[in-house]
């Protein structure tokens, strides 16, 4: 009985049983992709069962998350080919696809799909660089995955989403917080390049689930933002002058996402977030002038100092010169 355990085991730890089971993960991935993304019918977004589907490699190994990343990614690639002219479709139920994936998945899975995302291992290229998808088929779907991929490239760039952790927010570091308010406006600017209305007929709930997705990582920004400028307000006047310098022109760009209404209502940021901002942007310009005010008067001050330290040590050459010429001079005359 031990000896038939033993090479149990040992079949099960073998090298050919990793690969197949890799095999396998990677034949499972791309079946349930395809049928997450198919060609018809054109305007249905992914179904339910579908991206649960979708969400169990999660549950499972690394290799089986790395598996659907790679599927996942690929079938982007494929439609995404100018080769083929495209399939906006399809292209636009991979986004969906991911976006849905990075917000309800596993972390495991969250890892594979970032890694996959940032390079493609096959390409080596960006798979969600798609600002030339060609427009000539469809023109609505081919806008929105032009729109639907960059908007994912921003959110990429974001930290986790902790804005009701008050410690998270209380821990970071000046610099790092102005930094990711930057990233959190930037998420509003993208979405207010949203393609037009006319880009979304009404009987396409593909491209209205893509709509759905934008306007909920709107929300999400628009919430971080607004707890990112109250604590910011509260140490307010512990910024030095680099910092108070950036978030100055980060509040201005929160500002400026207002200031023209997007063709959607939607897109834009709530009006008394953006009026805590811009209270917020002039009491920060107010520390700008005060830190800028008190470098100047330190480097009045160091250059003075300077200045006079010069004197002392050229008053000081001086004697040193005068009374070594002298002395040699007394030296040779004996």
Excluded at 36 to 45: D, F, G, K, Q, V
Excluded at 121 to 134: T, V
Excluded at 272 to 293: G, K, M
């Amino acid at each position: 009985m031990g000896i038939k355990l033993l090479r149990l085991a040992a079949t099960l730890l073998s090298p050919g049983t990793t690969a197949s089971t890799s095999t396998a993960s990677a034949a499972d991935a791309h079946s349930d992709v395809l049928r997450a993304t198919p060609h018809h019918p054109s305007t249905a977004p992914p179904s339910a069962h579908h991206l649960d589907a979708l969400l169990a490699f999660g549950r499972g190994s690394r290799l089986s998350a790395a598996a659907l990343a790679s599927a996942l990614t690929d079938r982007l690639r494929a439609a995404s080919s100018s080769g083929h002219g495209g399939d906006a479709a399809v292209a636009l139920k991979c986004l969906v696809a991911l976006r849905i994936l990075l917000a309800r998945g596993a972390f495991i899975l969250r890892d594979q799909l970032l890694v996959a995302l940032v390079r493609h291992p096959a390409s080596g290229r960006n798979p969600l660089a798609l600002a030339s998808f060609p427009l000539a088929r469809s023109f609505a779907a081919a806008s929105w995955v032009r729109f639907s991929a960059r908007l994912l490239e921003v959110l990429l760039l974001l930290p986790p989403d902790a804005s009701r952790d008050a410690d998270y927010l209380t821990a970071l570091p000046n610099p790092h917080l102005v930094s990711e308010l930057s990233a959190f406006a930037s998420v509003t600017a993208a979405v207010r390049q949203a393609p037009p209305p006319s880009c979304a007929p009404q009987a396409n709930a593909l491209i209205w689930e893509a709509v759905r997705l934008a306007e909920e990582d709107r929300v999400t920004a628009e919430r971080n933002i607004a707890a990112r400028v109250r604590e910011m307000g509260e140490r307010l006047d512990t910024l030095d002058l680099a910092d108070a310098m950036e978030l100055v022109c980060v509040l201005r760009r929160v500002e400026e996402s207002a200031a023209s209404p997007p063709e959607w209502k939607w897109a834009g940021l709530d009006e008394a977030v953006v009026a805590d901002a811009a209270r917020l942007r002039e009491r920060a310009e107010e520390v700008l002038l005060r830190r800028t005010e008190q470098d100047r008067r330190l480097l009045r001050r160091d250059s003075a100092a300077s200045a006079s330290a010069r004197g002392v040590a050229r008053g000081a050459d001086d004697v040193r010169f005068r009374s070594s010429r002298w002395g040699g001079a007394v030296s040779s005359w004996r």
